[in-house]
């Protein structure tokens, strides 16, 4: 058997379980492509960040078909810390490893460019950091994810809200704590003819926070 496909098959396995046992532990389930209101290629996926396992949850969510295309965008500084991290990330989830400090914004968005240009979707988180506070729900939006939209007019936005899972990954914590999580998948946003950056943050930014739990109540549709 040649590297090249054991490679494969082992990022197959891993995949599976890492997906089974995040499903076991949040009781995340695929969505059904019906759900879902943008194409199953070339889309861009964006999430409120709380964890390093938030990715995981949104690529569990996709249905199953559609995670062939999906790539989320993450931190080299981090996942290329250990061989094991960085298997993870490249082969099993084929990552987009983009350099956070000291990085150079236009470089980050010409390899988003490049996936989507390619077919692939993206799992990006526009608020560029971990979000640890309890008191705020979403940092305010990176302009990067106007950037990606003015790079490619027609691309489908859409926003994915994360519920509980920095109580499931708390910081600090070396296990896991089981613990339900909601994973809501809002419609497809696009860019519109002559938008300006700040009101496509806007928009996209209360699209997200409209996913949130009570967002009603708290004025935040």
């Given at each position: 058997m040649s590297r090249k496909?054991?490679?494969?098959?082992?990022?197959?396995?891993?995949d599976a379980v890492l997906c089974a046992a995040t499903?076991?532990?949040?009781?995340?389930?695929?969505?059904q492509p019906q759900q879902l209101d943008c194409p199953s290629e070339g889309t861009v996926f964006y999430a409120n960040h709380n964890s390093h396992g938030d990715f995981v949850l949104v690529w569990i969510s996709l249905p199953k078909r559609?995670?062939?295309?999906?790539?989320?965008v993450a931190g080299a500084d981090y996942w290329l810390r250990g061989r094991l991290r960085?298997?993870?990330?490249?082969?099993?989830?084929r990552g987009l490893l983009v350099e956070r400090q000291g990085g150079d914004?236009?470089?980050m968005i010409a390899q988003m460019d490049e996936a989507l240009q390619q077919g692939d979707s993206l799992i990006i988180f526009p608020e560029g950091?971990?979000?640890?506070s309890d008191e705020v729900r979403l940092l305010p939006f990176k302009s990067g994810l106007y950037h990606l939209a003015a790079a490619n007019p027609g691309t489908a936005f859409v926003p994915v809200w994360l519920n509980n899972i920095n109580r499931v990954l708390?910081?600090?914590?070396l296990l896991p704590v089981p613990l339900l999580c909601e994973?809501?998948?809002?419609?497809a946003l696009y860019l519109n003819e002559g938008e300006e950056k700040a009101a496509f943050l806007q928009r996209t930014q209360a699209a997200l926070l409209a996913l949130a739990p009570n967002a009603a109540e708290k004025g935040e549709t």
């Open positions: 496909i054991f490679t494969s098959m082992l990022a197959r396995i891993i499903s076991f532990i949040t009781g995340v389930r695929p969505k559609w995670r062939i295309h999906a790539r989320p960085r298997f993870v990330i490249e082969e099993v989830f914004p236009q470089q950091t971990r979000n640890t708390p910081k600090g914590g994973v809501a998948v809002g419609p």
